[in-house]
Every structure is written in C-alpha cells, then in structure tokens.
C-alpha cells in the first residue's frame, strides 16, 4: 500500500494551491486578508500589482463575479488562467492612465481595490531589502492617488523596518482607516506584513 504524502506547514498549503487550481500557495494570504477585512465582492473594479504567477487575480477574479473587472499587472508573464481579466506586462513604475484605458477599452481607471503583493528582489542585506519593499508600497500608494475612486481601498504588503512608520503616515494622510496583518499563510521567518488601507479621501 502506497504511503500517504506528509505534507505539513508551506508544503501543505502548495499542495492545497495545486488541488484548488491557484497558480501559488501565496493566494491563502489574500484569502485571509478578504476574510477579515471584506476587501472583495461583486462587480468591483480591481487593479492586482506584481500580479505574477497569478494566485491573487484567480482569487480577486472569482470574488468580483462577471460583473466586476480585473487589471493584472507584472513585469513578468503571468502564467495563470484569468478568463475576462486584463493583463498588462510592465514595470509598475512606468505605470500610465492610458496603458490602463486603452487596454481596458476605457473601462477603468478608476478602481475600487488596489492590491499589491510586490516585492523586491531580495538581496540577503536587510535593510537594502526593507528599503527597497518600503518604495514598492509608495509607488502602490503613488498609483492609488491617481486610480483609486473615493472611498476605494488599497494594500501593500511590506518589509517591516525602520522606515515602516513613515510608509504608514502617509497611507494614514490619504486613507480614512489603517490597519495592518501578518496572514498565516505567510512564513514564520518572514518579515513581510500587510497592510490595509480603506476610505481613500481622494486625490
């Protein structure tokens, strides 16, 4: 008799990823994050950053229904089926309106939910890392100034350091509420949190 698969901890959730058809294990943090904060339902307009593979938009996807409308976007191919969505590959920091508006045939901007789980390409030195992931999430907020609607929601997710506390000053400036989430999806040894910014005041 063939002996059962013991898979515990990350190898449990990838395994449960590929048995659920989502592109990366990383899809159960933003299920957890919409659990909690009730950040996605039907007909919502939502911009998905550092898209790739493509766990978060499959799950983003199914959540907003055939009513709503999904922009992907990566510098990297996003390999996961997105029946409907609009992909765009691209780096997000020469991110236009008009990229948005012609390849949505003028659709969106403005979204309802921007989501990003950017992150930099990890050196080893910690800080060069946090400082990197903390210009991630101020360009994810530079993006939300220009396409988020009044009262839209945005979340980042961050290195936490020593520049953490003027990322959330800002996010604070432009958004009603704040609050932040380390997903149990995510490692242990991680020092990556989210963060979670709903009521945009507007640009």
Not at 58 to 71: D, E, M, N, T, Y
Not at 120 to 129: F, I, Q, Y
Request: aromatic share 6%; proline share 5%.
């Amino acid at each position: 008799m063939a002996k059962r698969a013991d898979y515990s901890g990350e190898e449990a959730l990838a395994a449960r990823a590929r048995r659920e058809g989502y592109a990366a294990r990383s899809v159960y943090k933003l299920e957890e994050l919409d659990r909690r904060f009730r950040l996605l339902r039907g007909g919502l307009r939502v911009l998905d950053l550092g898209a790739a593979p493509g766990s978060w938009s499959q799950f983003a996807l199914r959540r907003i229904g055939p009513k709503g409308l999904l922009v992907s976007v990566d510098r990297n191919e996003i390999t996961a089926a997105l029946p409907g969505a609009v992909r765009l590959r691209g780096d997000v920091f020469e991110l236009q309106f008009d990229d948005l508006a012609e390849h949505s045939s003028g659709r969106v901007p403005p979204f309802d939910l921007i989501l990003s789980d950017m992150a930099p390409s990890t050196t080893g030195v910690p800080l060069a890392d946090h400082v990197a992931s903390v210009e991630l999430c101020q360009r994810a907020l530079e993006l939300a100034r220009k396409f988020l609607r009044p009262g839209g929601g945005l979340v980042v997710k961050v290195f936490q350091g020593e520049d953490e506390p003027l990322l959330r000053k800002e996010l604070k400036v432009c958004f009603q509420a704040l609050k932040s989430m380390k997903p149990k999806a995510t490692r242990s040894q991680s020092v990556e949190t989210f963060l979670v910014a709903t009521g945009f005041r507007g640009s």
